[in-house]
């Protein structure tokens, strides 16, 4: 499809979305001067749900349009669109309930799909090293001391241990006080993977590349050493959430990076800015994963009592729920699908 084609094929549904955006920002002028019209409760959510609904579309035309090189301009209105719909939308005074489920059901999922490359490079950072370190750490335990000291390495085996008992992955603490401590410490990985995107994605590659060999050096270590199922009924439930949230957060820090890097036509200033408002419903995803992977961690993967099988099945549940979230919800259905 040429870009004049693609323009001709899309132009009525942008306008249709100017007209929808002009007409919500015009009613709620008129809302402002004079008390509401009694079929404006009716009226205005149908027109809201439309606006939404090309707004997801416009979003799917303007990653084709950047993956397809179309000329600037096309690429620039598209730009200017959807960041006005998306402004118009999820803007702070107008945050209710059903701007929460939009964006749950939709800005986040499809948020994630339009960073898909940024997202596959952060996981093969997170992964690969993980999945290295380990193969080395299991053929030789002792490899473990190159990434952490003796000290680190005797606390892994008191944590995963036999004498690990009833609470699974810490030496100390209760419920409560570990939730909020894997709150702060998971809150603290994801921010460093995004803020640190500001280094031109330099220092963000370095953290997820960290986080990768730390997981696979003591993944590798406690199966060497008899602990392995110990581990990983301890991690497979809330690790589907707080692995992914962190792998989503580099994939943002590398997005900021990329702005820096290649900022096209505009200024860094500008292709930053636009970078951040592409990646805020992403960071909002995974900050709320990292929420629930604190929960489960405190309270559901640390209990010793609940038996490995349990736990494998849960986690299994939890992988698949998270990747369908992510791969499948929010997709546009019949005339909303996403173009050729």
């Given amino acids: 499809m040429t870009p004049r084609q693609f323009e001709q094929r899309y ?86 309930l059903a701007e929460l489920r939009e964006l749950v059901q939709h800005g986040i999922p499809l948020a994630v799909r339009r960073l898909r490359p940024h997202v596959l490079i952060a996981a093969l950072l997170t992964y690969v090293p993980m999945l290295a370190l380990g193969i080395a750490t299991w053929l030789d335990p002792h490899f473990l001391l190159s990434v952490v000291d003796a000290g680190q390495a005797r606390n892994f085996d008191r944590m995963y241990g036999p004498e690990a008992a009833e609470h699974l992955g810490r030496t100390s603490g209760d419920d409560w006080r570990m ?32 986080n990768g060999v730390m997981g696979g050096a003591v993944a590798g270590y406690l199966v060497a050493r008899g602990d392995g199922e110990r581990f990983f009924s301890f991690v497979v439930t809330h690790s589907a959430f707080e692995l992914t949230a962190i792998v989503l957060s580099g994939a943002c820090g590398l997005r900021l990076g990329h702005a820096l890097l290649a900022p096209g036509r505009r200024t860094r200033v500008d292709a930053l800015r636009a970078a951040a408002l592409e990646t805020a419903p992403v960071m909002y995803g995974a900050f709320a994963m990292l929420l629930v992977a604190a929960a489960l961690e405190a309270f559901w993967s640390s209990a010793g009592w609940i038996v490995p099988g349990v736990k494998y099945g849960v986690g299994a549940a939890c992988w698949a729920l998270v990747l369908a979230y992510l791969v499948l919800q929010g997709r546009p259905r019949g005339s909303a699908r996403a173009p050729r």
């Fill in 179 to 210: 939730f909020g401590f894997y709150v702060m410490h998971n809150v603290g990985i994801a921010f460093q993977c995004f803020a640190t995107g500001l280094t031109f994605g330099l220092l963000t590659i370095a953290v997820l590349l960290y």
């Fill in 11 to 96: 132009a009525p549904a942008w306008d249709e979305l100017e007209r929808g955006l002009d007409a919500l920002d015009a009613g709620r002028a008129a809302r402002r001067r004079k008390p509401a019209d009694p079929l404006a409760p009716s009226v205005a959510p149908a027109r809201g749900a439309r606006v939404a609904q090309l707004y997801r579309q416009c979003c799917e035309h303007l990653a084709l349009a950047r993956e397809r090189a179309y000329p600037v301009h096309l690429v620039a209105r598209l730009e200017a669109l959807t960041t006005r719909a998306h402004q118009r939308i999820y803007r702070r005074h107008d945050f209710g």
